[in-house]
């Protein structure tokens, strides 16, 4: 048998490997689960980084009805377009990405925080551990944030991400992906997760993307591409939409 | 029940701070604001190894300053400079590479340890959700897995 806790944040595996231990994991899914799961040994940095003990219920109570209030003033609108942040042009597919902030019962989610953070178009992230041997474009950070509209409307101009290796398992490469940060209207509502892109061919050998053993729940993270969106001569457009948990707060008057 | 299906979170990754952390951040107020103190700790793995890259998020409440994220350094630590929460505990969430998902968990005042909620929960557990007073402030270590795991909490909605 394979040590895990030996393997951890080592490549000793080989994508079949990788496959097999997924396949076993998905066939102990249960219906009503959490739709991420932490205890995920394919991901191997999880093995020492997840609970082993039960999640303990709570009423959230106090501040745990409140949630931080980011104002117009601290938000720059340029920061929505991540294709103008430097001197120049990046390199890559120019696109947009659009969609909505629901909560979980319906409510859009307004004039909230969302932050978007991605590797470049050559699946190289402009953070110093980043050490896969692509090109850093000059003129791409590649972060951004913004606020919702009134409607719970975000939309962020970046360049379409590429994907990259890592060391999870021998010739371990993730999906293309977007890092989306979002708050909601109380502190329990808080959502940290990833926008794919759809037929990506790598979704089947990834095992974050696999931790959601719900196919229903991980095509959640895939955006549409939708031709209303790009725009001629310009860019390629996606739709994404978002729903956040349910939130405790009792609704106010002017929440529909 | 929520009548749309949520989204579904996934890990923060390796990757986050230069897009999420900035240096004022884990200042919820000035460290000469009057009653400000520090609460700091650990971030661990099941080994007891400091985790380096986490994310830890504090809510503290009340208002615009009520509210905080500090990295974890290459030995675990994090620290945040804040008032006392409007309440018995501090709200925090936790994120980190190698974590699939958010956890959510709370740090209570020693003075507020007689909380019901706290009550309600098993006697050798218990512990792991207050916080202790030192010179600075309070301490708040969060322990991912083990024998001493932090009790991390769930607010689903029936």
């Known amino acids: 048998m394979t040590n895990l806790l030996a393997s951890s944040d080592t490549a000793h595996s080989t994508q079949a490997e990788i496959d097999a231990e997924m396949a076993a994991v998905a066939a102990t899914a249960v219906d009503g689960e959490p739709a991420t799961r932490l205890d995920y040994p394919p991901y191997r940095s999880s093995l020492l980084r997840h609970p082993t003990k039960a999640l303990h219920p709570a009423d959230p109570e106090g501040i745990e009805l409140w949630t931080p209030v980011f104002g117009e003033h601290t938000i720059d609108p340029v920061e929505a377009d991540l294709t103008v942040q430097h001197s120049g042009e990046p390199l890559g597919e120019r696109m947009k990405v659009t969609g909505r902030v629901l909560d979980g019962d319906g409510r859009p989610v307004r004039h909230q925080l969302v932050e978007i953070w991605q590797a470049n178009a050559a699946g190289r992230y402009l953070h110093q551990k980043d050490q896969h041997p692509a090109p850093i474009d000059p003129n791409f950070s590649g972060l951004g944030r913004c606020l919702t509209d009134g409607e719970g409307r975000y939309t962020f101009t970046t360049i379409k991400p590429g994907p990259y290796p890592w060391r999870n398992h021998r010739n371990a490469w993730r999906p293309a992906h977007i890092h989306f940060s979002l708050f909601g209207d109380d502190f329990t509502q808080r959502l940290v997760t990833q926008m794919y892109f759809p037929g990506d061919p790598l979704f089947s050998l990834d095992p974050i993307y696999q931790s959601i053993l719900d196919p229903r729940a991980r095509e959640r993270l895939v955006a549409t591409y939708d031709h209303g969106v790009t725009e001629a001569e310009w860019c390629t457009g996606y739709r994404w939409d978002i729903v956040l948990t349910g939130s405790h707060r009792t609704p106010r008057e002017d929440d529909r | ?158």
């Open chain 2, 1 to 158: 029940m929520n009548t749309l299906a949520p989204t579904p979170g996934q890990t923060v990754g390796p990757f986050f701070s230069f897009a999420l952390v900035r240096e004022e951040g884990a200042d919820l107020v000035s460290p000469s604001h009057p009653g400000a103190m520090t609460l700091h700790g650990r971030v661990l793995d099941g080994a007891g190894e400091p985790v380096p890259d986490a994310l830890v998020e504090l809510t503290r409440g009340g208002d615009a300053d009520g509210w905080g994220r500090a990295a974890t350094d290459d030995e675990g630590r994090y620290a945040f400079t804040t008032l006392a929460p409007s309440g018995p505990f501090f709200a925090i969430t936790v994120l980190a590479r190698g974590l699939l998902d958010r956890l959510f968990t709370r740090a209570y005042l020693p003075e507020r340890s007689d909380d019901p909620f706290l009550q309600g929960i098993a006697e050798d557990r218990r512990a792991t959700l207050v916080a202790t007073p030192d010179e600075r402030g309070y301490v708040f270590d969060i322990r991912l897995q083990g024998d001493d795991e932090t009790v991390f909490l769930t607010f689903a909605r029936d």
